[in-house]
């Protein structure tokens, strides 16, 4: 080892590596589509304070990938110093499917449904919820309706109605069957394997991350517009759509 020379620690090197090329919070953060909060987390070691889980492995390779780094090197190093937030993932296991009945099929198809039916029904029931929550078609139709005009007297004036931010809605549309984990703004609201033709509608509030073991497999819309692909097959799920640049997502015409 030469001397004087003193080996830098794998979130120094993550912050090195990305201003030698120039690169801001933010821009890592758009092109990776995580939360400039995260970079800030990653680049100050602050492993446990990730999202849990592969996400958190996700995560550094796709910011060692975006300032130059080797993925799979940094990896590494991050588990070394920090195994106890970055513990290899167990496998899942993957369950052989068999030939079934008429009665077992109707079976299987009852139970895969019924979780979403139940999810549609809580949140469709009056209760006092949280300020982002996944909401059922009919709220959202109701939600979506332009403001009406209000007709003043000719005597007088009346008091104009408070206008309230147009909602904008993501509808996440699942192709193939795949694991999906869904936190807005620090809370996660989904988080379990999802099945082809499953849809998910979800009101957006500052920030809204999604997570999961296949890019492709996740397909959405904003507000009723197609949204772009967030990866090819194969892809981890790793994406971040913000109130203030869910326009970016959109497919242009």
Known sequence: MVAGHRTLDAASRLRQAREEKGLSFRQVAEATKLSVRVIEQLESGRIAELPEGIYRRSIVRAVAREVGLNPDQLLAEFTSQHPDDLSTPKAAAVVAVKPTSSFQKALAFVSATLPMAAAVLYFALPAERPPVAVM???????????????????????????????????????????????????????????????????????????????????????????????????????????????????VRY
């Not at 192709?175 to 082809?196: F, K, N």
């Not at 991350?209 to 790793?238: E, H, K, M, T, Y």
């Open 136 to 250: 059922p078609p009919s709220t959202m139709e109701q939600r979506a309706e332009p403001m009406r005009a209000e007709i003043l007297p000719v005597a007088g004036l009346i008091e104009t109605p408070l206008v309230r931010p147009r909602p904008v809605v993501v509808t996440l549309t699942i192709t193939s069957r795949c694991q999906l984990r869904v936190v807005a703004d620090g809370t996660e609201i989904l988080g379990r394997v999802m099945m082809p033709g499953d849809t998910v509608p979800i009101e957006l509030g500052d920030e809204l991350l999604l997570l999961g073991d296949n890019a492709s497999a996740v397909q959405f819309s904003i507000n009723g517009q197609a949204g772009r692909q967030l990866g090819v097959p194969g892809d981890v799920l790793s994406a971040r759509i913000g109130r203030d640049d869910y326009q970016d997502f959109l």
